[in-house]
Structures are given as structure tokens and as C-alpha cells.
């Protein structure tokens, strides 16, 4: 249980879902760290959670002064990162992901900004404190591989990230920086009741159930042991690529 030993990580987005699934699989394999989110309610009741070795920073990864106070606090807490999770992102408040017919270029500006272009600048903010030797975890998502009724802008923004880790991969081998994406399929989080209605949520979950070939819906702490193997020396040669956490879903079908 010490792969992460003497590790420190940066999570964003750790306060909950799967960004806190991570976290608790870091911790667990003795990682220290931050973990940032925009409310602070829930960020202090996931740091007290995880206990000491973890504390949280408040922070909107949209607003680059916010990533550069969440990297210079981590550094006067710590003294170095060695491994950056980007995971924040998802659906953005009040803005229901829709048909093209139905987007606005604000709906649009405002999913490209939360899960393309803070991915981008979270590690270009980080760069000046990570550790040569780091690695960085992007989260992807499944819906860069599979369209979904009203997921086109967000299934685009995803598959830019998985490009994303190759160019940033390249940009950063004299620091010897290792960037992979993780994407998730379906993960039994709170964001379904953010974009499904309650007396719909059952249904919604048993749909992806049945066409996930492992038979049910992925966990955090799922996504949390995959993100331990990419922070790990295990995964040292792995570099500029993506690893699928989706039961099956992206390559297998189960059409008879």
C-alpha cells in the first residue's frame, strides 16, 4: 500500500465524484496532497475525510490566477508536486448539455473553457513547480470515443484532452514529464442528479448498466486505483496515451 509513498499530488476537482475517488486511492497508497474544488462546504468535509496528510484550496480552474494560487500553496504546504490529476470539469452549472440546435455559443464557450482550455492551462500554470520527472493525469471520458444524445460539444472537448497528452507529452520529455489520459465510462456519481430528473435516475443508470459488458456501472474508486498505476513507477514507460476505464463500453458491443 506504498506505491504513492512520499508522492504529492494535486487533484482538482478533488472534493468530490471521481476527483475524490482519486484522492482517497492516493492517500491510501500513501500520497499527500491537495485537492481543490469551487465549494468550500464540500471540499472541507472531503478534506476531513482524508484526513491530515491532504488539505484543500479553493480555487475555479476556468480563472488562471486561481491555478496559480492553488499551485504556490501546494508548494509552501508541501515543497514540490510530483504528481498533477486535471480532473475538474463535467457539466457546467445551469448550462444542460443539448442538441446543436438548441447550443448557444455561450453554452458552447462555456463547455470548451471548462474541459478543454482549463485542461490546458492547468498544466501549462503547474509547469514552474512540478517536478522534472512528474506525471500528469488528464481525465478524459468515454464520449470522446462514443456520441450520445447532447454530449457533442463535451464528447469533443474529451477527445481534445486525449490529444492533448501527446503534444503536451512531447513539449515536456526534456523534463522527462509524463502526461496520459484516464477516461471514464459511466461512473455512479452525483452528477447524474445534475442532468437527469430524479424520478428518471434509476432508469437512466440501468440503461448504461445494460450496454457497459461488465454489467454495471463503474465506482471511484475504480477510476481511483487506474489514476495510482499512471502516478506510479509502475507505469514509467507509459507515456502520451490513453487508458480506457469504462467496463468494455468504448470496445466491445454487445449487439446480437
Known amino acids: ?7 504529492v499530488a494535486v487533484i482538482t476537482g478533488g472534493n468530490s465524484g471521481i476527483g475524490f475517488g482519486i484522492a482517497e486511492a492516493f492517500k491510501n497508497e500513501g500520497a499527500v496532497g491537495v485537492i481543490t474544488g469551487r465549494n468550500q462546504a464540500t471540499l472541507d468535509r472531503s478534506v476531513t475525510e482524508l484526513g491530515e496528510d491532504f488539505v484543500g484550496v479553493t480555487g475555479d480552474v476556468t480563472v488562471n490566477k486561481d491555478l496559480e494560487n492553488i499551485f504556490r500553496k501546494t508548494i509552501e504546504r508541501f515543497g514540490k508536486i510530483d504528481v498533477l490529476v486535471v480532473n475538474a470539469g463535467g457539466i457546467v452549472d445551469g448550462m444542460p448539455m443539448a442538441a446543436i440546435n438548441e447550443v448557444t455559443e455561450e453554452n458552447y464557450d462555456s463547455y470548451m473553457d471548462l474541459n478543454l482550455k482549463s485542461t490546458y492551462f492547468t498544466v501549462q500554470k503547474s509547469l514552474p513547480y512540478l517536478n522534472d520527472g512528474a506525471s500528469v493525469i488528464l481525465i478524459g471520458s468515454s464520449a470522446a470515443h462514443r456520441a450520445a444524445p447532447g454530449m457533442t460539444i463535451y464528447g469533443a472537448a474529451k477527445a481534445a484532452v486525449i490529444s492533448l497528452a501527446k503534444g503536451l507529452s512531447l513539449d515536456l520529455l526534456p523534463r522527462k514529464i509524463r502526461v496520459n489520459t484516464l477516461s471514464p465510462g459511466s461512473i455512479d456519481t452525483p452528477v447524474f442528479g445534475k442532468i437527469v430528473p ?6 437512466v443508470k440501468q440503461m448504461w448498466i445494460n450496454i457497459t459488458p461488465v454489467g454495471r456501472q463503474g465506482l471511484p474508486s475504480d477510476i481511483g486505483n487506474a489514476a495510482v ?15 480506457l476505464s469504462d467496463g468494455g463500453l468504448t470496445n466491445i458491443s454487445l449487439m446480437k
Open 1 to 7: 500500500m506504498n506505491k504513492l509513498k512520499n508522492k
Open 229 to 243: 498505476f499512471l502516478a506510479s513507477d509502475d507505469s514509467s514507460f507509459i507515456v502520451g496515451t490513453e487508458i
Open 198 to 203: 430524479e424520478e428518471q435516475l434509476d432508469q
